[in-house]
C-alpha cells in the first residue's frame, strides 16, 4: 500500500511538473503581442494588461517545473495521466489567458473565457468590437490562433522531448508523426505551418491589404481561426484575388500535416489519392453548385457574386475556418443553412487545424456503409479485404477500431443537439441555434449572431463547452474525468 501510495503521488508530481513546462509556454504566448507596441506606440498603455500575467505564469510554471520535474528518472506516467495533462492545461489556457481581456474592464469574464477559448480551439466566434479594439489584442487574438491550431503540446514537444512526449502529442489529437523522431516531427509541422503563414502573408499584401490585416489574416486562415480584423470579414475586401488566397490557405489548414509533408516532397499521385484529400474535393465540387443554385435563386445580383460568395462559403464552413463574404448568415435561405451545418459537422482532416467529426472518421463511415452492403448482397464465396487509401493502402480489419469511429460519431452528434436545444432553450428558432452550436461545435465561427457580446451567460458558457469538446475531442475529456475521478475515491480510501 505504501509502495502504491508513493508511485501514485510520484505520478501526480510528474503531471504537474508537465503543467508547469506548458505554463511557462502560456505565458510567453501571452507575452507575445508587446512588441507591437513598438509600431502602435499608442498602445503603450495596455503593455500591463499582458506583464502581469504573462510574467507571473511563467514564474509559476517555472516553480512547478523545478520542483516537480527535478529527478533524474521520474516514474512512470499512469494510464490516462496524459489526458489530465492536455485537459488541464488547456482549461489553465483558457482561464489565464482571459485575463488580459478582463483587466481592460470592457469584458466579463464569461465574455472573456468565451473569446480565449473561441481562440485556442481556432473556432472565430468572437464578443470583441474588431473595428475599435486596440490592435494589440487583435495581434493576441491570432497568437492565440497560431498556438491553438498546432496545439500547446506540440509546442512542447518541440522543446522538450522525453518518453512522455509522444502519448501527450497524441492525446492533444495529433494522429500522425511526419518522421519517426518526434521532436523532429513537431518541429517540422511547425516550420511547414510558419512557412505557409509567411507565404500568406506576402500573397496577400501582393494583393492589397496592409500588413497589420496580412499578418492577422494569414494566420486565422491556415489556423482555420476565422478571427479577422474587419467586421464584414474577408468580404470587407470584395477582392477576387484575397479571396483565393484565403482559400488556399482554409484548405491548406484543414489538410492533415503529413499530407503536405508528401505535397511539398512533390508526391502529388499520394496526395490525391488520399481518402480525406478526396473526400474533401469531392465535397467541395458536389456542395458549391447547390450553394450557387439556392444563392442565385434568391436575389442575388449577379451570378459571378453568387458563384464566389457560394464557393467561398462552401470552403470555408468545410475546412471550419469561419471567413465570410456575405453580409450575414441570419436570413439565409433554409436549405443552404442545412447543407452549411452539414459541412461545419463534417469538417476539416485528422491531424489538421481544422475541426469537427473529422473527414477521416466520416470516410471510413460512409465505406463501411459500402463493404456492409457488397457483404449483404454480394457473393458470399469472395472473400474480400476492407482498405482505405490514407498513406498507401491501409486494411480496416479491427472491428473494435469501427465500433469506436461509430461511438464518437454518435456521441458527437448527441452533444450537437443537447447544444442547439439548450440555444433554443433561449429563444432561438431550430435553424439557427442548430447552425450556431454546429459551428461552435465545429471550431467554425459562423454565426447568425447569437454567440455575441450581448449574448446571456448561458448561451457563452453552452458555446465554450461546445468549442471545448470540438478542440479537444470527447475522448481525452472523458478519460481526464475518469482518472481524477478515480484519484479522488483513492485518496478517500485513504
Known sequence: MHSSALNGNHSVKTMIGYVGVLWIILGTVILMPLPAIVFF?????????????????ILIGYILKKLMLSEINPPRLKKNDDAVIVVIT???????GSIPFMLTGDYSFSQSVFETTSGFSTTGLSVVDVENAPKIFLIYRSVMLFFGGIGLVLVMTSVLSDVYSMRLYSAEGHSDRLT???????RTIITIYTGYIIAGIVLYIICGMNFFDAFNHSIAALSTGGFSTRAASIGYYDSVSIELV??????LGCTNFFVHLLLLKGHFKSVFRHCEVRLMLLLTALCTPIALFIISGHGAANMSRAARDALFQVVSALTTTGFQTVPSFKNMPSPLSFMLIILMLIGGGAG???GGIKQFRVWIMLKELWWDLVARFGDSRVVRVNQVERFGKKEIADLGYLQNVNIFIFAYIMIFLCGSFIFMLCGYSISDSMFEFASALGTVG?????????ASPLVLWTAVAGMFFGRLEMYVILLSIIKVKDNVKTLCRR
Open 246 to 251: 484565403t482559400e488556399i490557405l482554409m484548405l
Open 180 to 186: 519517426p523522431n518526434l521532436l523532429r516531427s513537431a
Open 41 to 57: 506606440p499608442e498602445e503603450s498603455e495596455c503593455a500591463k494588461y499582458f506583464i502581469f500575467p504573462g510574467v507571473s505564469t
Open 352 to 354: 489538421s487545424t481544422a
Open 90 to 96: 488547456w482549461i489553465s489556457a483558457i482561464l489565464i
Open 446 to 454: 459562423l454565426s447568425v449572431g447569437i454567440t455575441c457580446a450581448g
